[in-house]
């Protein structure tokens, strides 16, 4: 018998079949990997396992029996939990708080705190979750806050926990220990479901995986019998080509982009960045790691013009223009809310830029808005049903190549790239590199800002890493991972 | 897509319900407070287009359109503005002092006041922006918060430096002949204000589909910082725009001054609801800016066929407010199912 069960699951959005009879079984203290391509219905499946979409045809079992999930409410009192890749947290309330809410132990029609702090001390006592149950989430680093989620998953006893990319926002050592906490978890019998495009983690701390693939399952393995290039071929259909060979020739010239002495200081007078100098040549790619907030958002914002003509940034020898400087394309990380505007079609969403080169005094001709498109769309095999179509309703990937389109078509030397394959599938990852080699080879100037190590590696000749503010380290492109994890968490040495 | 689709579509779609669906519930009402529908309507529609009402209603048509302007363009770029009002106000009072205070050759007599109207209108708005751009307070708050005053102002202007001497009325002199609107035909209530309006409302639906600035401006509406990312001067725009719909209003309110009756009577402009009418009425035309100006035919139709049906059938005008605010709710009733079906 399985702890949870999708039994002939088909789920229909419009035109799009999501998931069509997907069968997947999780076994008690199992964790169990799900992966796929974005759009290979992951996220569906488990938003029916949670109670977030009704399936159209098939079923959901818990220990056996069939169970109707309405709302999320339901998944949690038949013991399924789920924790999102954006925590739903309250940065003002403390650990303890944050796992009692919905649950609150009352006294006297008040919350009784030290009920919630000696129930959430059990809990992580009995799970080897360590967390400060009186700690203001809000000051919380972002792995400690992650495991908040779980604990507060785990209160409602939860026995199936589904964990929806939770390593897209963690350093390497923090994700070591969270495969450590699931590890316990799941040996003291809670079943957990991870759903991720990283292969290397399924097969770090899965037992079993399920592969997803266009809405169908494409292959299931036992990962102690599998390995990546298996994976890869049920992921995607076919085996990737080895990664293009690192360019020979150094790069040279005068750097088109240079940064000298940049300090940026937020609203509060806090400095974000303290004195922060580099340079990028053309053909030349600088990688830009660190834990998320260590003054990533601010150094892109300072070079793109966007933080305003801020002092010390400089486009080809010139002082960087306020209000995205038109000399620098921008891959942005947040697709939905900065790259596009998603209700917007694909033709408006690519057209963002170049609008008064298409316009003649009086008009901006519709005809030659959609032409535009077309050719972009052809060039950068974007599928679209067609350029008319809101750019929300494409897959993450081929909006993500939209955006690089517009971004690389654009007459610009220096490119800013921010992790530009977050959630996006392999074949995309692939095409994505590709692109922004090509741009190098071009001899574009390229910043590339990547949580994920591999990427950084396999593109860049120099990586910084940033920590609170300041350049600590400069690696060569091909450092050891661990060489470069170490100086994201600031140790020295 | 063949007829039969797009006529199944345009029945299906939200305005059609929402007034078909507050057309039935008002008819509810009228049984239940013991008025015959069967007298009711026919009496609305005469109201509203027959017996020489039809004249009528196209003059409340001119200036309900203008408000509405002065609402969808704005909020193309994301702003609510609310402070129609004191635009409307403000763009009155403005046109009827110069009118009266500065002599004109005739044709300036009539487009400076024109023009000043929508200047003051667009002025009143313009506050709005950096009160939300600098202070983070939202232009549905600060055009409403700046509408009050500007009201009271036009109120205060028109009650004693612009009175009329030696009467005790709130209203100005009559406007020298030569600022009279030029009446259509021989109509007592039309006038060129009606082809001006349908021709800026032209201009305005070209200028948002097809110009740079009509791109910039949806983008800035749609999202603020993928507009701002892409190198549009979000602030800047969503000023102009703001000013845009103000100076929508103003014109409004001096459109309604150089009409009949030729002066500008304190509580006038404002008291109709004008302003009320064109809100509800670019909310029932959803995100489509072409079918603005029908929906504004349509709830000027019912407001002044109401008050028809008020003389004739005895029947409270203030059913027919009932229809227009049954209409909004619909609205935002289907709005939110379409959002939670999208999930």
Redesign the interface.
Known sequence: MYAAELVGVTKRFGPVLANDGIDLAVARGEVHAVVGENGAGKSTLMSILYG??RPDAGEVRRDGTRIALRSPADAIRHGLGMVHQRFRLFPGLTVAENIVIGAEPVRRGRLDRAAANEAVAALSERYGLRADPSALVGGLPVGVRQRVEILRALYRHAEVLILDEPTAVLTPGETDRLFEVLRTVAATGVSILLVTHKLAEVLAVGDRVTVLRQGRVTGRFATSETDADELVNAMIGRSLAPSAPRRARPPEGDPLLEVRDLTVRDADGVARLSGVSFAVRPGEIVGLAGVAGSGQRELVDSVTG?RGAVPGVFLAGTPVRA??D?RVA?V?E?RH????????SVA?NV???A??DL?SR?????AAVRARARDLVDRFSISAASVDVPIGTLSGGNAQKAVLARELTRPSQVVVAEEPTQGVDVGVRERVHDLLRTARDEGAAILLQSSELTELRDLADRILVLYEGRVVAEFPGDAPETDIGRAMTGATG | MSAPVVARRVVASAPVVAVAGALLLTTLVMLVVGVDPTLAYPALVRGALLDGNLEYTVAAFVPTLGMALAFALPLRAGEFNLGGDGQLAMGGVTAAAVALLVPLPPGVAVVLPLAFGALAGGLVAVVAAPLSTRLGIPAIVSTLLVSAPAVSLASYLVRFPLAEPNTGLAQTPALPEAAHLPALGGSGYLTIGLPLIVVLTALWL?AN????L???I??TG??R?????????VDRVAALALAGGGAFAGLAGALIVLGPPHRFVDGALTAPGYTFTAVAAVLLAGARPVVVPLAVALLTFLQVGGQGMEREAGVPSQLTQIVQGLIIVIVAVLATLRARRA?
């Open positions: 977030l979409h966007l209000g995205r038109p921008y942005p947040d809310g900065r790259g596009t505007a998603p209700d917007m408006e057209l963002m830029g609008q008064r316009a009086w008009s901006l001709p519709r | 070209y589909g097809r110009t740079v009509g791109y910039e949806r983008a749609r999202n910082e993928f507009a701002r990312y892409g190198g549009v001067g999930r």
